[in-house]
C-alpha cells in the first residue's frame, strides 16, 4: 500500500491541525490505518488508528484531543488535532496493515511523515 501523508504545519498551542493520509486501490480501502508520530531524540510512537470497519483506537495521551476518521470516497484517513500543545511536535506518519491490531503495533506500510511543530 503506497501512502501520502499531508497536512502538517506551524501552529501555536491551542490551534488545531487536520493531516490527512492517502493512498490508492483496493489494498488501501481494505487496510487499517493508523497515525505515529516521533519527536526529535524520542521513538515513534502509536497515535491513532483505524479498522477497516471503522472502529478506533487512540492513545490515551491524545485521546482527549485528537480524532481518527477516514472518507472511502476520497480514499483518505484524517487525523484531525485539536488544543494542540508544544508536546505534540513531531513528525507524524500514517501507516496501514490488514487490521487495526496489526497496525497499533507492526504496520506493514508506511507514509512518508509530515511535521507538526507546535509553538508555545
Known amino acids: 500500500v503506497q501512502l501520502q501523508a499531508s497536512g502538517g504545519g506551524l501552529v501555536q498551542a491551542g490551534g488545531s491541525l487536520r493531516l490527512s493520509c492517502t493512498g490508492s486501490?483496493?489494498?488501501?480501502?481494505?487496510?487499517?490505518m493508523g497515525w505515529f508520530r516521533q519527536a526529535p531524540g524520542k521513538e515513534r510512537e502509536f497515535v491513532a488508528a483505524?479498522?477497516?470497519?471503522?472502529?478506533?483506537s487512540i492513545a490515551d495521551s491524545v485521546k482527549d484531543r485528537f480524532t481518527v476518521s477516514k472518507d472511502g470516497a476520497k480514499n483518505g484517513v484524517y487525523l484531525q488535532m485539536n488544543s494542540l500543545k508544544p508536546e505534540d511536535t513531531a513528525i507524524y506518519y500514517c501507516a496501514a496493515a490488514q487490521t487495526i491490531a496489526e497496525v497499533t503495533t507492526t504496520p506493514s506500510s508506511w507514509g512518508q511523515g509530515t511535521q507538526v511543530t507546535v509553538s508555545s
Open positions: 486501490g483496493r489494498a488501501f480501502r481494505n487496510a487499517a
Open positions: 483505524m479498522s477497516r470497519l471503522g472502529r478506533t
